[in-house]
């Protein structure tokens, strides 16, 4: 449990609230017109404060993992510059990768383009030839085999609503009431909004795609800003990314980490809403 928070856990809260995201920071800016990276020194300020909250919950709740038993634990051997520069072979892919959201609208065939070449070069820097690399990385797609069978189901039942024309009705019949009530509590209101479409929208970028069209015009109906609408979206939609079973990533980091769902669900909802009111403090400040 305490590994998936560490891993699951913090990567959902640093993507939801990360200023430089291109997945959903990125995208709901610009579909609500907005420029990259506005309001920089909330967004940032945000990111650190639910970082620390959800790292205070994760080290609160570490005794009660009363899991798998501690075993004995080894020394470590001391870091090599050859670790150095694997370590930054991992890291580079992310600059370009960036860089080309931003400029040239790359999506997840570039990433995968990016690390397969970075995969390869770790493998011949470590000292592994390309064939002996091929055959780890293939070894490798064993064993997340399982969870990309559901990431597709979940995928699937994505599509189906939105080909069906589905979701342009549940956005409307959760959105249309907002437009009644008093701009600081529409703009929180949004936030729980956000979480319930999240679970037919899965995709964090598809959601930014379908939602902000809307829920940024409402802003400036509702008289507060397009930055606070975003907020709510990162708040509401970026925290259910790792609480909502629609989300085939979460399924499939749970069954690696053998944690059942119920389980995972006790733990992260509680740390989930303490850190969502941080982003509603966002919002406040940004209105």
């Known amino acids: 449990m305490t590994a998936v928070a560490m891993s699951l856990g913090a990567a959902a809260v640093g993507s939801a609230f990360g200023p430089t995201n291109p997945f959903q920071t990125g995208i709901a800016l610009r579909f609500s017109e907005m420029p990259a990276l506005s309001q920089p020194i909330v967004r940032f300020g945000l990111l650190i404060a639910a970082l620390v909250v959800w790292i205070a919950w994760t080290v609160a709740m570490t005794s009660r993992d009363v899991g798998t038993p501690h075993t004995k634990s ?31 609208d790359w999506g997840f065939n570039e990433l995968s383009a990016l690390f397969l070449v970075a995969g390869f070069a770790v493998g011949l820097v470590a000292g592994r030839g390309l064939s002996d690399t091929a055959a780890g990385f293939l070894k490798g797609m064993e064993g997340v085999l399982a969870a990309a ?7 699937a039942i994505s599509v ?7 979701l342009d009705t549940i956005l409307h019949s959760l ?17 729980p909004t956000h979480a319930l479409l999240h679970v037919p929208v899965p995709s964090v970028s598809g959601h ?24 709510a979206y990162q708040t509401g939609a970026g925290l259910s990314d790792m609480l909502i079973p629609s ?12 944690v059942s769902y119920g389980r995972w669900i006790q733990f992260a909802v509680p740390g989930a809403l303490l850190v969502s009111i941080v982003g509603l403090i966002g919002i406040a400040l940004a209105r």
């Open 74 to 104: 080894t020394a470590a051997p001391a870091a090599t510059a050859r670790d150095g520069v694997l370590l930054a072979l991992v890291l580079v892919p992310f600059i370009p990768y960036v860089y080309g959201v931003l400029r040239y």
């Open 149 to 155: 069978l559901f990431v597709g189901v979940a995928r």
């Open 160 to 166: 189906v609503l939105s080909d069906g024309q589905i």
């Open 175 to 191: 959105a249309s009431p907002l437009g009644g009530l008093p701009g600081l509590a529409a703009a929180m209101l949004m936030v």
């Open 208 to 231: 930014a795609v379908l939602t902000m069209p809307v829920m940024a015009p409402l802003c400036d109906l509702i008289g507060i800003s397009r930055d606070a609408g975003v907020i």
């Open 247 to 258: 989300n085939g990533a979460v399924l499939a980091i749970l069954l690696a980490a053998d």
